[in-house]
């Protein structure tokens, strides 16, 4: 019989062909294993949240019964840390901190997605190999400065400097603590709409290169609506992280509740609230210590609903490539 000279691939013992091999063995051991923790990691996060549930759910329902929701989500006046701990006659209106809190998160926005978006393209776009490899892990060092320490930085630095030229009055207002909280964040903007930008492939830009464009014309319309899902999704993150920071504003920012808008006042947040409660100022059984409850059970719900609002962000400008 003749050959054809064409080399085949042996069967594998046992018969069934050239390609039985690729699909008769099931995962290995390792394969196995890795799938068991992978699932393990999921179930002990989904733990971890029903278990943030279940502490909140007890507490609040004690609140709630004495407080009603809508004085709590609507009024303008909070009076929970003054007076008697174990009265109930209080105003329990949790519109001061999240309005002290908002105001914050804007001002940090204001200062994080210019600088973030900017080193991201920076390094994305023009920077060389050796500059990256150099540049970027100096700004992601940022990430792992200790909050407290950039909180001290607001009070002690930026807020006498601010003093000179801007109408601060008193050494707490809430446009230092944003400040300070926008550099916290830019490095979490940067690195991951770095990452988005990078990953836009390269025939994209080459054949905006063709069409005669420059490289910020390229930048502008062709790279940054590639990756526009990442950046949506890392400047979300970017707020979730300022909306949840605590010890720059529970330093700077100051501990009166006041419903106001004027950044270059002192205002409390809720975060703040919390750290300022639980720092053993409020007795097991308290009023006081309810509201602490209540307090983070709102916020766990702002944090949830700007995930919520990135994923179905990120859903609908994703492209994939």
Not at 155 to 182: C, D, H, R, W
Not at 299 to 313: A, H
Request: hydrophobic share 50%; proline share 6%; charged share 10%.
């Amino acid at each position: 019989m003749a050959t054809t000279g064409v080399a085949t691939r042996p069967s594998p013992p046992g018969g069934g062909g050239p390609a039985a091999g690729l699909y008769s063995g099931g995962p290995g051991p390792i394969e196995r294993g890795i799938k068991v923790v992978l699932f393990l990691a999921a179930l002990f996060s989904v733990l971890i949240t029903v278990g943030i549930l279940i502490s909140l759910l007890i507490p609040n329902i004690t609140f709630f019964s004495n407080v009603s929701l809508s004085e709590f989500l609507f009024g303008t006046e909070w009076t929970a840390a003054f007076g008697e701990k174990y009265s109930w006659d209080k105003a329990w209106g949790v519109l001061p901190l999240v309005v002290g809190t908002l105001v914050a998160t804007f001002i940090a926005l204001l200062f994080a997605v210019p600088l973030g978006l900017g080193s991201a393209v920076l390094l994305s776009e023009y920077a060389s190999p050796r500059v990256r490899k150099t540049v970027k892990p100096m700004l992601e060092i940022l990430a792992g400065v200790p909050t407290v320490v950039y909180g001290f930085l607001a009070l002690t630095i930026i807020t006498p400097i601010l003093k000179t030229f801007l109408p601060i009055e008193g050494i707490y207002n809430q446009f230092s603590a944003g400040m300070v909280m926008g550099f916290m964040i830019v490095p979490t903007v940067a690195s991951l709409s770095e990452d988005a930008m990078s990953a836009v492939p390269l025939g994209l830009r080459q054949g905006s290169y063709a069409l005669g464009a420059n490289r910020m014309k390229t930048t502008l319309r062709v790279v940054f609506p590639a990756a526009l899902s990442g950046i949506v999704a890392a400047i979300v993150l970017g707020i979730a992280r300022a909306v949840g920071e605590t010890m720059i504003l529970a330093i700077a920012a100051g501990n009166e509740a006041k419903l106001t808008l004027n950044p270059f006042e002192g205002a409390q947040t809720m975060t703040g609230y919390i750290a300022q409660i639980a720092s053993g100022d409020a007795p097991q059984g308290s009023p006081v210590y309810y509201s602490l409850f209540a307090v983070g059970a709102l916020l766990f719900v702002m944090t949830l609903v700007i995930n919520l609002i990135s994923i179905r962000l990120v859903r609908r400008y994703r492209q994939v490539y």
